[in-house]
């Protein structure tokens, strides 16, 4: 699957004000059955959404949605960035939960901590992780939570997060992630970048020794 590439994005804000969120809660383990790399989303943060337990095989229209819980709110529906608490993406270092993240339609995540594997397995995979300070996410939940249809724009090539009362919050990433996400290059494209460099090694290696390419020898 080809990593869609992000330059910026404006989109409605789902509050989700929990810390330490693991990967489990994102995509529980019987999900992890799907060999496929697509279509986590209906199964984001199941255990939460729904008032009772699914499987791969559960058609989704069926459930029990959990009425209260914040992704099935009305106000907050086809929202596309989602703030979070601290150590987001703690747990295991299934790749799955950020694939289900950007299969329900969330392009951004902003937290005042990130788990390292999670957080670049974002990268990755088309969803940027924004790391802001706490008081600063704790403020954008409130101002979330007290006007509906709150929407931000965050702009990676500018490194900057545009709100609506016309503020605007810079922000830090690595210059490797920020130009991967850019360009919508996961690890396969990121390699085959070098794919003149690697023939051009091959063809030296083949000529200075030749018996390492013998098939007739094994």
Not at 53 to 59: F, L, Q
Not at 153 to 179: A, M, Y
Request: proline share 4%.
């Amino acid at each position: 699957m080809t990593m869609e590439a992000f330059q910026s994005h404006r989109g409605l804000v789902i509050p989700f004000n929990r810390a330490n969120v693991d990967t489990d809660a994102m995509l529980p383990k019987q999900y992890l059955k799907s060999i496929l790399k697509t279509g986590y989303g209906d199964w984001l943060f199941d255990g939460l959404r729904y008032l009772d337990e699914g499987d791969v095989n559960t058609v989704t229209s069926t459930r029990r949605i959990n009425p209260e819980f914040v992704l099935n709110l009305p106000r907050f529906l086809g929202g596309s960035i989602l703030v979070a608490g601290e150590n987001f993406g703690c747990g295991s270092s299934r790749e799955h939960a950020p694939w289900a993240l950007r299969d329900f339609g969330i392009k951004v995540v902003i937290a005042p901590s990130f788990a390292d594997i999670f957080y670049n397995n974002c990268c990755k995979n088309g969803v940027l992780p924004v790391q802001l300070g706490s008081r600063t996410v704790a403020t954008i939940i409130e101002e979330v939570e007290a006007i509906e249809g709150y929407e931000m724009k965050v702009d990676l090539e500018g490194k900057t997060i545009s709100l609506p009362d016309g503020k605007s919050i810079n922000f830090e990433i690595d210059e490797s992630l920020r130009q991967q996400l850019l360009f919508g290059l996961d690890t396969i494209s990121l390699t085959m970048e070098y794919k003149k460099d690697i023939l051009e090694y091959e063809a030296k290696h083949r000529k200075a020794a030749p018996w390492l390419f013998d098939n007739s020898l094994s």
